[in-house]
């Protein structure tokens, strides 16, 4: 019996390394000596993705999947902008330089395209972009060089699969993968890299993260801790946009969005990514309140009924703090949600004549918290009817698609939706916000609802606030 029994290891080895053959991500991987094969080797990630796999950033040889394009992903979800829809390679290219990679088709009939640089890293500068053939690929660098991505899309998707071989001329980025790299490992990826390479890249499940290596905090602090608060971040505010998966209309994007350090002041969202110019914003310490990566997250979460901008990036990011139960000092920026029912209560007091919605912000105030009294009303309508209420919304308006072409019929779209959710009449609410349009009023009489149980205008978060 104990002979037997020693059988089982030389089992688990032999059934393993089965697993491993038959898959072709992992097939005559090299092994390399750098820094970062070690850190490759050690890699059995729970970061997945069905397109490209984690375990395979920063080797020579990497096998991609084709994906939903940019456009019918930003059409499905209905947001305001194309998310991210590029894979990381682990590498970069420097200036100049010359990239030899071959490429070859797996299964379909398709090949990728090789970003080289980031995204909005530096100001005026765009990724080169490639088209790789069959075969041996040779690829001179411009002036900028940058990171290596790979872009494999089409619409419609036609399934196919590639395998990249990195010959030469390309360089190792370090690469932090969340709940994998260790510290010593991360460490030993900065002292080893290539001057030439000034970038590096975090790896979360949600998003990824490109930041100057010159940051020398990264090389110390606990890394997880900015990536579950970037990935936390993405997870709550679908949640709140109704991405549960119940249907392929609602499944979340598969590829994680990019955020970016740039050159420049404040945070800003824009097609594939969001960049943030202070380093500090991916501190470890700066990781409980993530106001920053909430607020720029949520204009990637914008649909159609996004009557301003900024008020609908503070209702993702605010919702998402109170979701997170932060302390009200940390749910809005500059602790501006401290005195908002304040604000509010102050607006509530003016003649019905001087209260209009879309007037309520001069699009200045910020840091005084003018500005999160727009976010308020949409607030109050989720402590009257739940979480629930943002998500149905969200998902009817996908399937909609409503064509909203100015302020005014958004919103109309969304005072009579916001009656047909609920099943109340919101007539009052909606005319304490000064919203003024009398056909909306009109719509809603028909809709023949009661009255709410409780006037949603009279609710806050704050329990010993009162309007009275």
Not at 190 to 202: S, Y
Request: aromatic share 12%; with cysteine; glycine share 6%.
């Amino acid at each position: 019996m104990k002979k037997n029994l020693n059988l089982y290891p030389l089992l688990i080895v032999i059934i393993f390394s089965a697993c491993r053959k038959n898959d072709p991500t992992f097939e005559n991987l090299p092994k390399r000596k750098t820094a970062q094969t070690e850190n490759a080797s050690l890699m059995r990630s729970d970061i997945t993705n069905p397109y490209y796999q984690v375990d395979s950033i920063g080797r020579n040889i990497q096998v991609v999947a084709e994906s939903p394009s940019a456009n019918s992903e930003k059409d499905r979800i209905l947001n305001r902008r194309f998310p991210s829809d590029f894979y990381p390679t682990g590498f970069l290219l420097a200036p100049l330089d010359t990239l030899r990679i071959n490429a070859e088709i797996v299964s379909g009939t398709s090949l990728p395209k090789l970003l080289i640089g980031t995204y909005q890293r530096y100001e005026g500068v765009t990724p080169q972009i490639v088209e790789l053939k069959s075969g041996e690929n040779k690829i001179v660098a411009n002036k900028n060089g940058g990171i290596i991505w790979v872009r494999y899309s089409s619409s419609p998707m036609s399934s196919s699969k590639a395998k990249l071989t990195f010959v030469s001329g390309h360089k190792t980025v370090p690469v932090f993968v969340k709940n994998t790299t260790t510290l010593a490992q991360w460490q030993k990826l900065f002292e080893q890299a290539d001057t030439a390479v000034h970038d590096v890249l975090l790896i979360g499940q949600r998003t990824n993260i490109v930041l100057p290596r010159t940051y020398a905090i990264l090389k110390t602090q606990d890394n997880n801790s900015i990536l579950d608060a970037c990935d936390k971040t993405w997870d709550t505010e679908d949640d709140i946009s109704g991405l549960d998966g119940s249907a392929p209309l609602h499944k979340k994007l598969a590829i994680p969005h990019l955020m970016v350090n740039r050159v420049y002041a404040g945070g800003a969202a824009w097609d594939y990514v969001t960049t943030y110019s202070y380093t500090s914003s991916f501190a470890e310490s700066y990781a409980q309140n993530a106001w920053y990566q909430r607020h720029e997250s949520g204009h990637q979460h914008q649909t159609a009924w996004d009557w301003d901008q900024e008020i609908m990036a503070d209702f993702y990011a605010i919702s998402t703090g109170m979701d997170w139960g932060l302390p009200k000092n940390l749910i809005a920026r500059d602790g501006g949600w401290l005195q908002v029912w304040q604000r509010v209560k102050e607006y509530f007091n003016l003649p019905n004549t001087s209260r209009d919605y879309s007037n309520i912000w001069d699009g200045k105030n910020i840091s005084t918290g003018e500005r999160f009294r727009g976010s308020a009303m949409l607030i109050q309508l989720k402590l009257a009817f739940g979480a629930g209420f943002y998500q149905e919304l969200h998902k009817q308006t996908r399937a909609e698609k409503p064509k909203l072409p100015d302020n005014a019929s958004k919103y109309r779209y969304f005072m009579l939706k916001a009656c047909n959710i609920s099943g109340k009449d919101l007539t009052t609410f909606f005319r304490k916000w000064g919203f003024k349009d009398e056909v909306a009023y009109t719509e809603i009489t028909k809709l023949n609802l009661s009255q709410p149980d409780i006037e949603p205008s009279s609710l806050t978060d704050d329990p010993v606030f009162t309007f009275n």
